[in-house]
């Protein structure tokens, strides 16, 4: 009896094992999952900006690119319409344990002290494509994102700014909840050549 209870034992955890390689496959291989290609994107602004007194002129502005990428080693993938959404309530809830005195730095995690010295990038600091068709037989979609230096020059500011940017739906695969995110980090070090009145 002990023998058998032995036996059924080592099948459950085999089968137990066997489940959780085949999950992790599906979730890495599998065409079920659609994430952020990226957990984050860094970009130092550097630009050059005409100053005139102490007003900037250039309305100028730079794109970056976000990807959004499906999971599966498939090369029949269907067309997927994905949207994202700018994810604000989540950098406040990170800011608020980072700025809770009663927690030990110390206790926090590295998702909170990466919100160190920033605030969100204001609203009319960019312009953001909010929905994505990725098309068939395609695994990466791309998403613009303009940004208005100038007004981001304006805010004078010598925090980072964090634009927290998360998948809200898609029309096929599953979001995968680790990957749902990016955190797009901007550092203003522009370069400022003035001009005369």
Same mark, same amino acid.
């Given at each position: 009896m002990k023998r058998y209870a032995k036996h059924m034992a080592a099948t459950v955890m085999a089968v137990?094992? =066997? $489940?959780s390689c085949f999950r992790e496959?599906?979730?890495?291989?599998?065409?079920?999952?659609?994430?952020?290609s990226k957990d984050t994107t860094y970009l130092?602004?550097?630009d050059t900006l005409l100053r005139q007194a102490s007003d900037t002129l250039l309305k100028d502005t730079a794109i970056r690119v976000l990807g959004v990428t499906r999971s599966g080693i498939s090369s029949e993938y269907p067309a997927l319409s994905v949207r994202l959404k700018v994810?604000?309530?989540y950098m406040d809830s990170m800011?608020?344990?980072y700025n809770d005195v009663t927690i030990p730095t110390a206790s926090k995690s590295s998702s909170v002290l990466y919100f160190k010295n920033t605030m969100i990038l204001p609203a009319d600091c960019y312009q953001l494509e909010?929905?994505?068709?990725?098309?068939?037989?395609?695994?990466?979609?791309?998403?613009? =994102?303009? =940004?208005?230096l100038t007004k981001?020059?304006?805010?004078? $500011?010598?925090?980072?700014l964090v634009l927290p940017l998360g998948l809200v739906n898609t029309s096929g695969? $599953?979001?995968?909840?680790?990957?749902?995110?990016?955190?797009?980090?901007?550092?203003p070090k522009f370069n400022y050549k003035d001009v005369a009145l």
């Open positions: 137990l094992f =066997l $489940t496959n599906m979730d890495t291989f599998g065409s079920y999952y659609i994430y952020m130092e602004l550097k994810d604000s309530a800011l608020a344990v909010r929905s994505l068709v990725i098309p068939k037989d395609v695994r990466t979609g791309q998403i613009n =994102l303009r =940004l208005n981001i020059a304006k805010l004078k $500011t010598t925090k980072s695969d $599953t979001i995968r909840a680790s990957k749902k995110r990016v955190m797009v980090r901007l550092k």
